[in-house]
C-alpha cells in the first residue's frame, strides 16, 4: 500500500518536472499532478490494453513506433481529464509522454 502511494508522490513530481521542462505542458499544483497521476495510472491499466490490441496491425506495421503516437494520445486525454494539467498540442504531449515514460522506468524500481 505504502509503495503505490510512493510512485504516485514520485510520478507526481516527475510530471511536475515534466511541466516545468516541456514548454506546451502546465501544470498548476501539486494536487492537480497528483490527480493527473491517477488518471494516468488508471488510463494506462483499463485504456491502454484495448488500444494495443486494436491497433495491433499498425504497431507490426510501423515496427513498434505507433506505440510512441499511442501514448501520446492517452497522455493528452489523461491532460484532459485532469483539472491541474493543460496541454497545447499534441507534440507537447508527444514529448511529455516520452518524458513520463522514462521517468517511470526509474520510477518502477523504488
Do not use: Q
Not at 4 to 15: G, H, V, W, Y
Not at 55 to 82: E, K, M, Q
Not at 87 to 108: C, D, Q
Amino acid at each position: 500500500m505504502w509503495t503505490i502511494i510512493l510512485k504516485l508522490i514520485a510520478l507526481s513530481f516527475a510530471l511536475l518536472f515534466i511541466g516545468f521542462i516541456v514548454p506546451g505542458i502546465k501544470v498548476s499544483s501539486f494536487l492537480g499532478a497528483f490527480i493527473a497521476a491517477i488518471i494516468i495510472v488508471l488510463v494506462n491499466a483499463f485504456v491502454k490494453p484495448a488500444l494495443m490490441f486494436f491497433a495491433l496491425p499498425i504497431n507490426i506495421l510501423t515496427l513498434g513506433i505507433s506505440i510512441l503516437f499511442i501514448n501520446a494520445l492517452l497522455f493528452s486525454f489523461a491532460a484532459y481529464l485532469a483539472p491541474g494539467i493543460e496541454v497545447e498540442n499534441f507534440w507537447s504531449a508527444f514529448l511529455g509522454a516520452l518524458l513520463l515514460s522514462m521517468l517511470s522506468i526509474g520510477i518502477s524500481w523504488l
